[in-house]
């Protein structure tokens, strides 16, 4: 019985279950396609690094004795899909069953699900076991709430995995240290060190070429390209976070600098996500700098909820309101992305800076997605599908089940609450505090109507205003709506002229 065994770009694990009980006769298949890099206009940086770790792990899988076909891009011109390469291969041999790990976009699950009765034979999709919690496991904990609650559910994953748990108990005398996790930099501080940089070698260099030739109207820089490609790059990098960064990473969480893209974060979710790090391997050494005593409980303890808790959360709403979630629009938001998205000018020095560095980078830090892009696509009431395929095309790490409820769900809340208590948003001053943006910025953080009011202060009124009937009854809100009643009715006119201006001059604020 000769089985052919479907592994896909964000599949980049030896262990993944695809690979179980291998034999001679069986096919391994992989591929570069166009449908894949083209569905939504990923990031150039992004293509390449899937691309050159897809091709690097095919080595390791040849050079482990695998059969092996790896289709690269335009090998195979009337081949652009899935589905399209696999029917290619039984055209040319047989075989009694086609194997994959569960895909991480819901599209492509649809896909597979319907394969076997486009070619015949069975179709089996294995679960994907790089997780920490099942999503059954997630299922049943969701169906028993009333209310999703990110801490619960990762003391539930503290719980399971035992990492920092002293028998029942957190280590440390607490589950969650966030509070020390909110610290502004000075704003001469310099940051001390930078991820660790890995030299592009030949395969990445004809992929970086490749996507040159090929990819050259999307968005972002190509080069310099720095990326581990190998699982034994990925790790020297992990290595390197432990040693250099992660002692300050609890403190700097959510600092923002200009210039600095990166400041204490690991920089590695774009490698977890593709299978060359894994999770619970992670947490554990980081888990372990605890214990050696060379970082501080505050920065183990939140790096390890962010994935432990918070990455095996949206990844459970994601599978558990599919394929719903991705049609919400709670707050009825349907301006259009603002062309600055792309381009990164703004004369708000903010969105500015997340932009550039996400062009130059294919990455930008949770606060800068989340307060400055995401807030002020929240505030601005742009259109959930164009700004979650946005957040898809343009970050290395992005695949949908992790992508979508980070945008649809906490940035925007367009699920009106399933995935976070309220809305994450907040005025100029938010900014100002957690970064030195608005030093170099024409707009005044605190001003909310007049000409150099910073767009984000007026909006964050205006939102409130506009948004009041589905709002105002969240107690979680009901700070911002008694600052909002201290408002008198002209101020409140004029803050709403002021905010229809400036959706209708978007492309020029
Ligand atoms: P660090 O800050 O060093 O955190 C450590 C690790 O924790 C990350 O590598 C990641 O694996 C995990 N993690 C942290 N926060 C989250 C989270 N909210 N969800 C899932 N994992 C988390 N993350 C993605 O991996 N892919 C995405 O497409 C993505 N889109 C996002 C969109 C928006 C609007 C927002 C607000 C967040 C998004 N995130 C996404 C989560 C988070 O911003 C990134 O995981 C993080 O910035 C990656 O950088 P890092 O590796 O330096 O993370
Ligand atoms: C994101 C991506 C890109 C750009 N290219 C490929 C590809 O050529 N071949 C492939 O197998 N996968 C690619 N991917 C990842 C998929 O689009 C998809 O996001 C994930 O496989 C979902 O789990
Ligand atoms: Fe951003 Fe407003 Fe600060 Fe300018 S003033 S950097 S737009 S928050």
């Known amino acids: 019985m000769a089985v052919l065994r479907l592994i896909l770009g964000d599949q980049l694990s030896h262990n993944i279950p695809t690979l179980n009980d291998t034999k001679e006769d069986d096919l391994v298949l992989m591929a570069e396609l166009r449908d894949e890099a083209t569905y939504v206009k990923h990031h150039k940086k992004k293509i390449a690094f899937i691309f050159s770790a897809m091709r690097h792990f095919a080595d390791e899988l040849k050079a482990a004795k695998l059969?092996?076909?790896?289709?690269?891009?335009?090998?195979?011109?009337?081949?652009?899909?899935?589905?399209?390469?696999?029917?290619?291969?039984?055209?040319?041999?047989?075989?009694?069953?086609?194997?994959?790990?569960?895909?991480?976009?819901?599209?492509l699950l649809d896909e597979f699900i319907n394969l076997e009765g486009k070619i015949g034979i069975p179709v089996s999709i294995y679960e994907d076991n790089r997780f920490i919690a099942t999503e059954d496991e997630f299922n049943q904990w969701a169906s028993s709430k009333s209310k999703l609650i990110m801490e619960n559910w990762y003391r539930m994953m503290r719980k399971k995995t035992g990492l920092l748990m002293d028998g029942n108990k957190p280590i440390g005398g607490d589950w969650n240290f966030d509070k020390q996790n909110r610290k502004s930099l000075k704003k001469d501080h310099k940051v001390s060190t930078t991820p660790l940089e890995f030299k592009p070698d030949k395969i990445t260099r004809q992929v970086l070429s490749l996507v040159n030739n090929e990819f050259d109207d999307h968005l972002g820089d190509l080069e310099p390209f720095s990326f581990a490609v190998t699982s034994a790059d990925a790790r020297k990098a992990l290595k390197y976070f432990i040693q250099h960064q992660l002692p300050y990473f609890g403190d700097y969480q959510d600092a923002m600098l200009s210039g600095e893209a990166f400041i204490y974060h690991s920089v590695?979710?774009?490698?977890?996500?593709?299978?060359?790090?894994?999770?619970?391997?992670?947490?554990?050494?980081?888990?372990?700098?605890?214990?050696?005593?060379?970082?501080?409980?505050?920065?183990?303890?939140?790096?390890?909820?962010?994935?432990?808790?918070?990455?095996?959360?949206?990844?459970?709403?994601?599978?558990?309101?599919?394929?719903?979630?991705?049609?919400?629009?709670?707050?009825?938001?349907?301006?259009?992305?603002?062309?600055f998205y792309w381009t990164g000018r703004t004369k708000m020095n903010c969105i500015s800076e997340a932009i550039n560095m996400t062009r130059r980078h294919a990455y930008s830090h949770h606060i800068q997605r989340?307060?400055?892009?995401?807030?002020?696509?929240?505030?601005?009431?742009?259109?959930?599908?164009?700004?979650?395929?946005?957040?898809?095309?343009?970050?290395?790490?992005?695949?949908?089940?992790?992508?979508?409820?980070?945008?649809?769900?906490?940035?925007?809340?367009?699920?009106?609450?399933?995935?976070?208590?309220?809305?994450?948003?907040?005025?100029?001053?938010?900014?100002?505090?957690?970064?030195?943006?608005?030093?170099?910025?024409?707009?005044?953080?605190?001003?909310?109507?007049?000409?150099?009011?910073?767009?984000?202060?007026?909006?964050?009124?205006?939102?409130?205003?506009?948004?009041?009937?589905?709002?105002?009854?969240?107690?979680?809100?009901?700070?911002s709506y008694r600052n909002l009643d201290r408002l008198n009715a002209t101020d409140k006119a004029e803050i709403q002229r002021h905010a229809d201006f400036l959706i209708t001059e978007i492309d020029n604020i």
């Open 67 to 107: 059969n092996l076909r790896y289709i690269q891009f335009n090998e195979l011109q009337d081949c652009t899909s899935f589905t399209d390469i696999i029917k290619n291969e039984l055209n040319k041999s047989t075989y009694d069953e086609v194997v994959v790990t569960e895909p991480g976009e819901y599209r």
């Open 370 to 479: 989340l307060m400055v892009t995401g807030n002020f696509a929240n505030l601005a009431g742009i259109d959930i599908q164009a700004i979650c395929d946005w957040y898809l095309a343009v970050y290395a790490d992005a695949y949908e089940w992790v992508e979508l409820p980070n945008t649809l769900g906490m940035a925007l809340y367009a699920d009106g609450g399933l995935l976070g208590t309220k809305p994450y948003i907040s005025t100029g001053k938010y900014i100002k505090r957690m970064s030195n943006f608005c030093d170099s910025c024409q707009y005044d953080p605190d001003a909310s109507t007049g000409e150099s009011a910073c767009p984000f202060t007026t909006l964050y009124w205006n939102y409130l205003i506009r948004n009041e009937k589905k709002l105002r009854t969240n107690p979680r809100m009901a700070l």
């Open 268 to 339: 590695i979710s774009h490698y977890i996500n593709c299978g060359l790090l894994d999770p619970l391997e992670t947490c554990k050494a980081v888990e372990k700098a605890y214990h050696d005593g060379s970082a501080p409980i505050n920065a183990v303890e939140g790096f390890i909820r962010q994935i432990i808790g918070w990455r095996e959360f949206i990844r459970g709403v994601y599978w558990h309101y599919m394929p719903d979630y991705k049609e919400m629009n709670f707050l009825n938001a349907r301006n259009p992305l603002p062309e």
